[in-house]
């Protein structure tokens, strides 16, 4: 009887299908690892819409039933996304690249056929690789990559050499700007040409009012001290005697050097006349003797050396150079620009004159889209 019992049993296979809705929401808190990795620190929330299903009369939720086996899918694919954008190395690849376009000599001035001026080249050598973390707000994510260089001027084109750095510093956040310090070192033998083009021919008074002209035949400076010293070679003639008497010595005068960066010119302050050059001027006559005073007058207005196509050449070479930097492709725009160049300082030795000029700007990098993972 149990045998015919078990076997009127009727075993009927239950088959039930439910649409499950809901979504899952992806967060990122990305950080700069110092290998030039991107470490994105993605976290995954599932959230499911309330979903039950009635099975042979009884009531089941769904979510409940199938939410730890969604979580485990999601972590186990979000787990994967991470590993590849953390080994990702397209961040490094285009570090790379810009770092080889910064390590350049750039032609500041004279490099151009027929230039008068003397040929002078920049060397930017990168030395250190600095960023700040990333800071997210409501629109932005914004990331703040920098390099430190170091900097010179050079009479030839060089190939600088410049190693890419295993690392990269991590910094606290600063505003987002460029900055080089550029230093001009100026041999005195091409300050002499300037000099010379500014003084030799040049008669004083200019407007012919003095009873002696003086004439600048030769102009050299050379440094001695804390000061320089301006040689010139100066003929004089008398004008108010029949004889126009008159001849030639070599007069020297002491001055120091000073930055008007309003100006952007190089001047001389504290002008005195050399006693042998007094001397000198005594050989040449009464009138000529007369002329000290003025000629020191003069001297100080008019020994300037005029750095402002200099400055304004060197901000254009500069520019070009941060505008290499500029790109518009799929998903990116980087802009760049230098807005000003300042004379900062002035120093010398025995044989150059160093202006150092500090430019300033900014490169903003706009990312609109990811390159697909």
Same mark, same amino acid.
């Given at each position: 009887?149990?045998?015919? *019992?078990?076997? +009127?049993?009727?075993?009927?296979?239950?088959?039930?299908?439910?649409? $499950?809705?809901?979504?899952?929401? /992806?967060?990122?808190?990305?950080?700069?690892?110092?290998?030039?990795?991107?470490?994105? #620190?993605?976290?995954? *929330?599932?959230?499911?819409?309330?979903? +039950?299903?009635?099975?042979?009369?009884?009531?089941?939720?769904?979510?409940?039933?199938?939410?730890?086996? $969604?979580?485990?899918?999601?972590?186990?694919? /979000?787990?994967?996304? *991470?590993?590849?954008?953390?080994?990702?190395?397209?961040?490094?690849? #285009?570090?790379?690249?810009?770092?080889?376009?910064?390590?350049?000599?750039?032609? %500041?001035?004279?490099?151009?056929?027929?230039?008068?001026?003397?040929?002078?080249?920049?060397?930017?050598?990168?030395?250190?690789?600095?960023?700040?973390?990333?800071?997210?707000?409501? +629109?932005?994510?914004?990331?703040?990559?920098?390099?430190?260089?170091?900097?010179?001027?050079?009479?030839?084109?060089?190939?600088?050499?410049?190693?890419?750095?295993?690392?990269?510093? $991590?910094?606290?956040?600063?505003?987002?700007?460029?900055?080089?310090?550029?230093?001009?070192?100026?041999?005195?033998?091409? $300050?002499?040409?300037?000099?010379?083009?500014?003084?030799?021919?040049?008669?004083?008074?200019?407007?012919?009012?003095?009873?002696?002209?003086?004439?600048?035949?030769?102009?050299?400076?050379?440094?001695?001290?804390?000061?320089?010293?301006?040689?010139?070679?100066?003929?004089?003639?008398?004008?108010?005697?029949?004889?126009?008497?008159?001849?030639?010595?070599?007069?020297?005068?002491?001055?120091k050097p000073v930055l008007d960066q309003a100006e952007q010119t190089l001047r001389l302050t504290d002008i005195e006349?050399a006693v042998e050059s007094e001397a000198a001027f005594g050989l040449l006559g009464t009138a000529a003797r007369a002329?000290?005073? @003025?000629?020191?007058?003069?001297?100080?207005?008019?020994?300037?050396?005029?750095?402002?196509?200099?400055?304004?050449?060197?901000?254009?070479?500069?520019?070009?150079?941060?505008?290499?930097?500029?790109? #518009?492709?799929?998903?990116?725009?980087?802009?760049?620009?230098?807005?000003?160049?300042?004379?900062?300082?002035?120093?010398?030795?025995?044989?150059?004159?160093?202006? /150092?000029?500090?430019?300033?700007?900014?490169?903003?990098? @706009?990312?609109?889209?990811?390159?697909? %993972?």
């Amino acid at each position: 009887n149990v045998a015919k *019992q078990i076997g +009127s049993v009727n075993i009927k296979n239950l088959n039930a299908s439910a649409e $499950i809705k809901g979504n899952v929401v /992806i967060s990122a808190r990305p950080m700069i690892a110092t290998n030039w990795r991107i470490e994105p #620190n993605l976290a995954g *929330q599932v959230n499911l819409g309330d979903t +039950s299903l009635n099975v042979a009369g009884a009531r089941v939720n769904v979510p409940a039933q199938v939410k730890p086996l $969604i979580d485990q899918n999601v972590a186990e694919q /979000i787990a994967l996304v *991470q590993a590849r954008m953390r080994n990702d190395p397209t961040f490094e690849r #285009n570090a790379r690249a810009q770092w080889a376009k910064a390590c350049r000599s750039i032609p %500041l001035q004279g490099a151009a056929a027929g230039s008068t001026m003397p040929a002078l080249w920049l060397e930017l050598r990168p030395t250190r690789a600095i960023a700040a973390q990333p800071r997210v707000d409501a +629109s932005n994510l914004t990331l703040t990559l920098g390099i430190e260089a170091e900097t010179r001027i050079t009479p030839t084109e060089t190939k600088p050499s410049c190693p890419f750095p295993a690392t990269i510093a $991590i910094v606290p956040a600063t505003p987002g700007r460029v900055s080089i310090g550029v230093p001009f070192d100026m041999p005195f033998t091409e $300050i002499n040409k300037i000099v010379e083009a500014q003084f030799t021919g040049k008669t004083f008074p200019e407007d012919g009012s003095g009873a002696v002209d003086v004439t600048v035949k030769r102009a050299s400076v050379a440094a001695s001290g804390n000061r320089l010293l301006i040689s010139l070679l100066v003929s004089a003639k008398e004008k108010k005697s029949f004889l126009g008497l008159g001849g030639e010595a070599d007069v020297h005068i002491w001055g120091k050097p000073v930055l008007d960066q309003a100006e952007q010119t190089l001047r001389l302050t504290d002008i005195e006349l050399a006693v042998e050059s007094e001397a000198a001027f005594g050989l040449l006559g009464t009138a000529a003797r007369a002329a000290i005073p @003025y000629l020191q007058k003069t001297l100080a207005e008019k020994a300037t050396v005029d750095l402002k196509p200099f400055a304004a050449n060197a901000q254009k070479k500069i520019a070009a150079m941060i505008a290499d930097f500029q790109k #518009n492709e799929d998903g990116l725009r980087v802009s760049a620009e230098i807005s000003k160049l300042r004379l900062a300082s002035i120093a010398f030795d025995s044989k150059t004159l160093r202006v /150092i000029a500090e430019a300033e700007g900014a490169i903003n990098v @706009y990312v609109t889209a990811l390159p697909a %993972l």
